[in-house]
């Protein structure tokens, strides 16, 4: 079965310091990975996804097959950047599994 | 451009009783999909749509009835209400083009609450 966890309920850092959002997902095929947020108050949005390969507001994330993971990270967190981050797979079809979320709170 | 528009934002229920979500886009998309957010889980696919008069379920569809008429709209019905459904609804959208690339566009959510 397609399944995408993130470990992490909540995680928090203080400004400045570098991020790592957890991304791990169970699929035997050629994946397609996505990163959404959703900020307060706001609607959840994309990120970015892997296939573009793309940086977006300086996250950025790396598909490893090996590990199964796609976790995605930021050199210096930003007060901004506090939010709720969403992994998501898409196996096949018209089909999007999503992870639980990662709270992330970026302190001052 | 209002976007995606779902109608309740809140609404509480007794076991049993009956109720629509509505959701409409102005964005033309032909791709309409209904999520649930249960406390701690991820989102989870209800039902979807890839034009009107067509839809298909999703991973979770037992007690939900959708249909989809029109371009611009995808209800939800809940036609027995269940403590179990108690959830946020998120409904989105998108075009064939939107769906390769990933870009869903998300409704505010609908947060339901069955007693």
Not at chain 2, 22 to 44: E, F, I, S, T, V
Not at chain 2, 65 to 82: C, G, I, K
Request: with cysteine; net charge positive.
């Amino acid at each position: 079965a397609q399944r995408v966890t993130q470990p992490e309920k909540l995680l928090s850092v203080f400004k400045g310091a570098p991020v790592e959002l957890k991304c791990n997902y169970s699929y035997s095929g050629s994946p397609e990975l996505f990163w959404y947020v959703q900020y307060s108050r706001q609607r959840l949005q994309l990120l970015l996804r892997h296939i573009s390969r793309e940086s977006i507001k300086g996250f950025t994330a790396d598909l490893n097959k090996g590990e199964t993971s796609f976790h995605l990270k930021k050199p210096f967190a930003q007060e901004e950047d506090s939010a709720m981050y969403y992994c998501a797979l898409r196996p096949y079809g018209n089909k999007l599994v999503f992870g639980a979320g990662t709270i992330l709170r970026v302190k001052s | 451009n209002a976007g995606v528009t779902q109608t309740p934002k809140f609404r509480i229920l007794k076991i049993g009783q009956s109720m629509t979500l509505q959701c409409a886009q102005d964005m033309n998309h032909n791709y309409m999909y209904w999520y649930r957010q249960d406390p701690g889980m991820g989102l989870k696919l209800i039902y979807y749509s890839v034009g009107a008069g067509i839809t298909d379920k999703g991973e979770v569809p037992n007690g939900y009835n959708v249909s989809r008429s029109t371009t611009e709209d995808f209800p939800l019905r809940l036609e027995l209400a269940a403590p179990s459904q108690t959830s946020v609804y998120f409904c989105a959208s998108t075009t064939e083009t939107g769906w390769d690339t990933g870009e869903l566009f998300f409704g505010e959510g609908s947060r339901l609450t069955v007693l």
